[in-house]
Nanobody, 120 residues
Framework: QVQLVESGGGLVQPGGSLRLSCTTS????????MSWHRQAPGKERELLVAITSAGRSTNYVDSIKGRFTISRDNAKNTAYLQMNSLKPEDTAVYYC?????????????WGQGTQVTVSS
């Protein structure tokens, strides 16, 4: 059974930091690209940052550059999102995604999300 479980969210003051974890099981984690997304109230879910199976990361949102970093530990089947200098506009539910694309089928898995609230 495939599982992705996000953790590490919570309430943090502006300027603070959080590290989100995405602990996975049930699939070959090391072969999958991992990504983090977020969805703020009333907005569509947006892709933030991704990391390939080889560990190469790509940032998709200018507002998080220099503040958010994705990483992975294949030995622990876990992906991380380090978030620094948090701002109120970072408030959202954060989701991790695992994806593996073949010529026959796309494998695409999501976690349930973790709430991040940035407020004083």
């Amino acid at each position: 059974q495939v599982q992705l479980v996000e953790s590490g969210g919570g309430l943090v003051q502006p300027g603070g930091s959080l590290r989100l974890s995405c602990t996975t099981s049930g699939f070959a984690f090391s072969r999958y690209a991992m990504s983090w997304h977020r969805q703020a109230p009333g907005k569509e879910r947006e892709l933030l940052v991704a990391i390939t199976s080889a560990g190469r990361s790509t940032n998709y949102v200018d507002s998080i550059k220099g503040r958010f970093t994705i990483s992975r530990d294949n030995a622990k089947n876990t992906a991380y999102l380090q978030m620094n200098s948090l701002k109120p506009e970072d408030t959202a539910v954060y989701y991790c995604n695992a994806r593996f694309v073949t010529s026959i089928k796309d494998y695409d898995y999501w976690g349930q999300g973790t709430q991040v609230t940035v407020s004083s």
